[in-house]
């Protein structure tokens, strides 16, 4: 009763702190903002590898299927957290950015022989920027105007996963989400001749729909101490049932008359397909290294833009607004000796190294693309309580860059707690 109190207590906290992960970069402008990290604390070690990744003591939410290894006897609750400086650079300026964020709260435990449920809540998207940019007019006055550009919201989930393994060496598991969120965007316009007329443009959407993955992986024994997992993952693709809506105003600096129009896109929001496939191979539970591959459809999802041809505005879908992303990522973990009583012994050693394709269309660009490489750490905890909880620490270096546009330096400190406790154990007493 106690320990179904702290974890009430801890989840309902995790929950009453949580907002979408704090980003301070300018690209989440586009779309829907900054792709989110979807792993836990220790897929962030080896830099978000998990696909193939199968133990029954940490919650895989990368893969679904893996929940079907999770321990009979234990209740698994993972919190983390993170906290990052990024350096901003563009045409010889550097800016420094820090941010902290809340980033997931997940639990799992064994429902029956041979199923797993995990549940939690963690972000899709992050949208947080705020910049201007002042240019001359061109003409004899000198006058110089100003656009400023913000942006904030994003898009969490809460979901309910299940893992089962109908045969030994097999399993099969989905996600199902429940997805909500918002983004407000905005383009201020503004002169340094007070009698000019501005004409600025606010983007909104509120958005409450589904997500769904199915995931499935297959292991298989080279040995009695060395194995082979395949992991692989399907996200659907689907029209979000949100209209979003683009207000412009024009103001007259003369008369201080502001007229507003709105433009409205019905089912104007798409999420991408999403296919993943992964290996890792385990010697002994002792070296697991293994790569992960997933590709984002984007190229099928258009997104609404305002335009003004020949003096006619207009918002609609357009189609070419993304490409297709491709990501890869190799990593893996290392522990001496993970059944030893010793405390070094136990410790687990991670690093992981990603890419990842360009899938923004920035002005005719092709957007920037993106390299991260991960180190971290697997702390036991021990005390009196409890010695099968754990302390995961990694660093996370991300750049992102493309030609001709702004380049991105991100140092992150990625710190979760994976408390696993002997909740369902039966106590025989002589």
């Known amino acids: 009763m106690k320990k179904s109190l702290i974890f009430a207590l801890l989840f309902a906290g995790s929950i009453g702190s949580y907002a979408q992960s704090g980003t301070n970069s300018p690209y989440s402008q586009f779309g829907f903002g900054a792709q989110a990290e979807q792993t836990s604390g220790f897929n962030r070690g080896m830099n978000g590898l998990g696909l193939g990744f199968r133990d029954g003591k940490q919650i895989n939410f990368l893969n679904p299927a893996s929940y079907a290894a999770m321990d009979s006897l234990t209740f698994i609750f993972d919190v983390g957290i993170s906290g990052q400086v990024t350096n901003f650079e563009e045409n010889g300026k550097r800016v420094n950015a820090r941010n902290a964020n809340f980033e997931y709260a997940v639990a799992g435990f064994r429902a029956f022989k041979h199923l797993g449920v995990s549940f939690g809540i963690l972000p899709y998207t992050n949208v947080g920027y705020s910049y201007a940019s002042t240019n001359d007019v061109g003409d004899a006055s000198n006058t110089k105007y100003t656009n400023t550009y913000s942006g904030s919201g994003g898009i969490h989930q809460a979901y309910l996963g299940f893992g089962w393994e109908p045969f030994k060496g097999f399993a099969l598991g989905v996600n199902g989400a429940y997805l909500w969120g918002d983004y407000d965007r905005s383009i201020v316009n503004s002169y340094s001749d007070n009698a000019v007329n501005t004409l600025s443009k606010f983007y909104t959407a509120e958005i409450t729909s589904y997500k769904v993955d199915f995931g499935a992986q297959v292991t298989i024994p080279f ?123 136990r410790i687990k050693y991670r690093v992981g190294a990603s890419y990842a394709t360009p899938y923004l269309n920035i002005n005719g660009k092709e957007g920037p693309k993106e390299i991260s490489v991960s180190a971290g750490l697997g702390i036991p905890i021990t005390n009196v309580w409890n010695n099968r909880s754990t302390l995961n620490i990694s660093g996370q270096w991300v750049r992102m860059a493309a030609d001709g546009l702004l380049k991105e330096n991100s140092f992150r400190i990625n710190l979760g707690i994976t408390f696993n406790e002997r909740w369902f154990m039966k106590w025989k007493v002589d």
Not at 235 to 255: R, W, Y
Not at 275 to 281: A, K, N, Q, R, T
Request: glycine fraction near 12%; charge should be neutral; charged fraction near 20%.
């Open 223 to 345: 040995s009695k101490k060395t194995t082979m997992t395949m992991g692989v993952d399907y996200g659907m693709g689907h029209q979000l049932g949100t209209d979003p809506e683009c207000k412009v105003i024009s103001n007259n600096a003369q008369t201080g008359v502001a007229d507003t129009v709105a433009f409205v896109v019905n089912d104007g929001l798409k999420l991408p397909t999403v296919i993943s496939g992964g290996v890792m191979l385990n010697f002994n539970n002792r070296l697991k290294v293994g790569a992960d591959y997933q590709l984002q459809k984007w190229a099928e999802v258009g997104f609404p833009e305002y335009v003004q041809t020949n003096g006619k505005a207009s918002y609609g879908i357009k189609e070419d607004y993304f490409d297709d992303r491709h990501k890869v990522t190799l990593g893996g973990e290392y522990c001496k000796n993970p059944n030893a009583r010793g405390f070094f012994q």
